[in-house]
C-alpha cells in the first residue's frame, strides 16, 4: 500500500439478494473512505447493509455493483491479494480451540506463509504485546471470554495485514476485558495497523473510533468524527423531571418548547427534555419560567449529545435497541 492512499475505498458498492417481487437491496451506493492507521467505526441496525458491506470488503461474498479497493487492491478482480493484506476476526472467532495459543498462533503465521523461524519469533512477538503470556501455553477451550477475543485479534494480526477487521470484537465481555481490548486496539492502530470496527456499543465507538459512518436502509447517513457528529445536534440537551400529572407535564413541555432557543422539546414519563442552541442561554430562560411557575422540580440539568443521540436522529431509533448482528448473518 503507498504512503497517503485510502486503506479501504468504495465508489457506489452495491449488493442485492433475491430475484423479482423477493429482491431485497442490502446496500445501495456506498461511498468511504478510510485512511491508513486510523480507527474507522462502521455502525448501523439490523438490516442496514452493515454486515454485507463488511463482507464484501473481505471477499467473503461478491461484490454486487460500484468498486471497493483495500489495502490498494481492487476487491472484485483480485480477492486472493486483498485476503493477504487483511485480518478478519469475525463475531465467531476462529481459534482451534484444541490447540494452546501459542499452536494457533504459529499455525496462522505458517499458513500465511511465516517461515519455521519466523512464526514462533512472530507469536511470541503478539503474546507478549497483547499480554498473552499468563495462558498462551493453555488449551484455548479454557480461556476466558475476554482471553479468547484477545487470542483471535492477535490471529488477525499475525501475518501483519494492512487492515484489521474487527466484527463485534467485544460482544459478551464484561467491562474490565472490554477496557483491556480496546487499549489492545489503540495499540495496534499506534503500530500502523488500520482497523476498520463494527460494534453495536456507542460508548465502543465513541472511545476507540477516530472517524465513523452510519449506514441505514442500505445508504451512508452520515460520517464524521464522533466529536463533529454529536457537535450536529443541539448544543445540549436541558433534562427536567418534575412531580406533576400527566396533563400537567405536557402543559410544561409545550412551554418549554415555545422559549427561545429551544429546538424541540420531548416528553418522556415523568422526563421533559429540551434541545436548546445555547444550552447556558435556554437553561437560565427555564429556569426563571420553572420558578415563575413554581413547577415542584425534582431535578433539572443539562445533558450534551451522545453517539447515541447522533445514531436516533438519523435513523429514528437507538442503537441500544437494535442489539447485535446474529450469527446466522443478519444484514
Known sequence: MNPGEPAIETRALSRSFGQGAKRVEAVR???LTVQQGEIFGFLGPNGAGKTTTLRMLTTLI???AGQALVAGVDVARRPGEVRQRIGYVGQLGGADLAATGRENLILQGELYGLSARQAPDRARELIERLELADFAARIARTYSGGQRRRLEVALGVMHRPDVLFLDEPSTGLDPQNRANLWEQIRGLRAAGTTVFL???????ADALADRLAIIDQGRIVTTGTPGELKRKLAAATIVIEADLSPDELETLRAAVAAQPMVTSASLSGRTVRAD???????????ATLLRSRQVPLTSIGLAQPSLDDVFLHETGR??????????????
Open 276 to 286: 436548546a442552541t445555547d444550552s447556558a442561554e435556554a437553561l437560565l430562560t427555564i
Open 198 to 204: 463494527t460494534t453495536h456499543y456507542l460508548e465502543e
Open 29 to 31: 451506493g456506498v461511498d
Open 318 to 331: 437507538s442503537l441500544r435497541d437494535a442489539g447485535p448482528i446474529d450469527g446466522a448473518g443478519a444484514r
Open 62 to 64: 461478491p461484490i454486487g
